[in-house]
């Protein structure tokens, strides 16, 4: 049965809240389906993998680099079977941000995730963020051309 | 507005601004000082977005904004739509020369509208690194790092 709008929401927002922000792995699960699909951007190229691994080692990824992140919603909106978000990740690189050496740099940038619902789980992630930001942050690319 | 409606004026931002350069459509479907927020800048009024459009046409050939109506999620006076990028890149753009290259990128805009019924606020995420990549414009500087940029969050 579909859930509503709302609850569909607070699914979403508990992704960000329990796994994101308390790395509490053990409820993905529960939020995600296990044949999700996850669209991402990985490496310049985007592309789509499936399962709930993808999630699990890109909050990981990112709680390791920065173990006092924080994830803050500023926009939220959601019909049917879908829910947006607009949120910026904040936190300190004591771990290293992608199997880079630990740059100590307070770290802030923003992004946009937009999920399908299915049965109550998360079936489908969009993700698109701020990567050059994050880029020029920890020193790896310079500022583009132009800016 | 109805629903019918909300979905027009996004899917026209797109079709008719972006993809058409019809720049006569922003005096209709945007409030005159309405906000555009990128990560990286922003842009304030219909005449500032003009000319946003004219110039990303001059320098990609072909450029088309491609949505969907299932792309497009409504909640009363605010809209999301994902969308996708496509063009050629054939004159100087922000200082990066003609590289004749296809770059394709995806994106999604949060929309607010005004009592008005036209656009208030567009705050965007694009793939802009991978469009920089695309064009052989930025390159890491670490020399461990074989993925060059993060998955998405």
């Known amino acids: ?147 | 507005m109805d629903r019918d409606a909300t979905v027009r004026l996004v899917r026209r931002f797109y079709d008719d601004l972006w993809t058409r350069a019809d720049v006569a459509t922003a005096d209709e479907i945007l409030e005159p000082e309405m906000l555009f927020v990128l990560p990286f800048a922003r842009f304030q009024g219909r005449e500032a977005l003009k000319s946003l459009v004219v110039a990303n046409h001059r320098a990609f050939a072909g450029l088309t904004y491609h949505t969907t109506a299932d792309g497009v999620i409504l909640d009363g006076r605010r809209a999301a739509c994902e969308w996708r990028m496509t063009g050629r890149q054939v004159a100087e753009w922000n200082g990066i020369p003609a590289t004749g290259r296809e770059v394709e990128i995806p994106g999604m805009t949060l929309f607010e509208l005004g009592a008005s019924g036209q656009i208030r606020e567009a705050r965007v995420h694009n793939h802009y690194f991978g469009l920089l990549a695309q064009l052989g414009a930025v390159t890491m500087r670490h020399p461990e790092q074989d993925s060059a940029a993060p998955h998405g969050a």
């Open chain 1, 1 to 147: 049965m579909a859930n509503s709008p709302d609850a569909n929401n607070a699914i979403a927002v508990r992704l960000f809240e329990t796994v994101w922000n308390k790395g509490d792995f053990g409820v993905l699960d529960t939020l995600i389906a296990p044949d999700a699909l996850d669209h991402s951007t990985a490496g310049g190229v985007p592309k789509t993998e499936r399962g709930s691994a993808s999630f699990r080692n890109i909050v990981g990824m990112f709680r390791h680099a920065m173990p006092d992140i924080h994830l803050s919603i500023e926009d939220e909106i959601y019909a049917g079977d879908r829910v947006v978000h607009r949120w910026v990740l904040e936190g300190t690189d004591t771990g290293g941000v992608m199997g880079m050496p630990p740059s100590g740099k307070r770290l802030r940038f923003t992004g946009t995730t937009i999920v399908r619902m299915e049965d109550g789980k998360i079936a489908e992630r969009w993700a698109n963020l701020d990567e050059l930001g994050l880029l020029q942050q920890l020193g790896v690319v310079p500022p583009p051309p132009g800016a």
